[in-house]
Structure formats: C-alpha cells, structure tokens
Nanobody, 121 residues
Framework: QVQLVESGGGLVQPGGSLRLSCVASGNGFWINAMGWYRQVPGKQRELVAAITRGDSTNYADSVKGRFTISRDNAKNTVYLQMNSLKPEDTAVYYC???????????????WGQGTQVTVSS
C-alpha cells in the first residue's frame, strides 16, 4: 500500500510564501513523475507544476516565476515552494505521483488527500 501525504498548507497574506511537501510511503515501489495540482470549488483540478525523475520541470503559466517544484528521490518527497502568493492561488493543493509497485506491470496515478492554501489579508 502506497500513500502520499501532503503538508505545509495554511493561511498566508498576499505576497507571502509557503512551502508544500509531499511524502510517498509504503514498501516496494518506484516513483516516476511527480506533481502538484490545485482545485477550487466548482472548477476542474488543474496542473500547477510537474517534475520528472530526471528533474525536468513544467509549470502552469499562472505560476511561472513564482513557484518552484523540486524533489528528493532518496526521500520519496516532492516540494512546492510558493512565493509572491496571490488571492487567486487559494485552492486545495493535491500531490500526484506516477508509481509502479513491486510486481506491477504499469505505473498508476496516486493522489494525496489535499492541503488547503488560503491567500488573504
């Protein structure tokens, strides 16, 4: 059983910063790409940033230059450093990972439970 657990969300003022973390735990698995998505009520979940195992990154246009995704493969962890936060960044942020479990034949998408980020004065 593989689980993704996020942490680091909270309330921050506009212009502030937060750092999200997501750890994958379990036994006998291999992680490919990892990423962060966000969702607000009434809207579809959208990609914020993604990172391959080789550290190639991809960002939504709305966060380029403000957010930075990184990962520590030894710790099975992905991070999202969020700077210059805006009220429109308010959302539930979800961690995502493509994971192959021992004995499996293909990668599957795993999701964390989500962490709330609220940007407000």
């Amino acid at each position: 059983q593989v689980q993704l657990v996020e942490s680091g969300g909270g309330l921050v003022q506009p212009g502030g910063s937060l750092r999200l973390s997501c750890v994958a735990s379990g036994n006998g698995f291999w992680i490919n790409a990892m990423g962060w998505y966000r969702q607000v009520p009434g809207k579809q979940r959208e990609l914020v940033a993604a990172i391959t195992r080789g550290d190639s990154t991809n960002y939504a246009d709305s966060v380029k230059g403000r957010f930075t995704i990184s990962r520590d493969n030894a710790k099975n962890t992905v991070y999202l450093q969020m700077n210059s936060l805006k009220p429109e960044d308010t959302a539930v942020y979800y961690c995502n990972a493509g994971i192959l479990v021992r004995g499996g034949l293909q990668y599957s998408d795993y999701w964390g439970q989500g962490t709330q980020v609220t940007v407000s004065s």
